[in-house]
């Protein structure tokens, strides 16, 4: 999907990644989602260049593997002058943190530049998929 390069277009990503994912992951993983999401697009919005048109891309996808489905996010803007990193922040800074959030709650994440900008991505390891044949004793 594309969003506006305006602290809004996070808005947008979390409704619509919220919506599409509801009936799919638990509610624990959609809450790490959509906060890694909003950090992501945030980035974009303070930090990078917008695409063409103002925009950003936001994009996630779910992969099948063996134990599950592997969750990956991506957010796509013009880029910037130097890439994202982690920051060291006092107690008192009011910012400084979004990567470490993503580092925290992400299983991976990492950058990668083409000729249009820059795709920051991150990863979730599967969901262990449904077993039917297992009940819980309680």
Do not use: K, Y
Not at 20 to 30: G, N, Q, R, S
């Amino acid at each position: 999907m594309v969003v506006p390069h305006h602290p809004g277009g996070a808005r947008l990503a979390r409704h619509r990644l919220a919506a599409e994912l509801a009936d799919v992951v638990p509610p624990t993983l959609l809450a790490d989602l959509i906060a890694v999401l909003a950090e992501l697009v945030g980035n974009a919005v303070r930090h990078a260049r917008p695409l063409p048109g103002g925009v950003i891309r936001v994009a996630w996808r779910l992969r099948p593997a063996v134990e599950g489905s592997l969750i990956q996010l991506c957010v796509t803007d013009g880029g910037a002058s130097t890439g994202p990193r982690l920051r060291a922040a006092s107690p008192d800074a009011a910012d400084g943190r979004g990567l470490h959030i993503v580092v925290g709650l992400a299983t991976r994440w990492g950058v990668e530049q083409d000729g249009m900008g820059q795709r920051v991505w991150a990863e979730f390891d599967p969901v262990p998929a449904p077993r039917p044949d297992l009940v819980a004793a309680g």
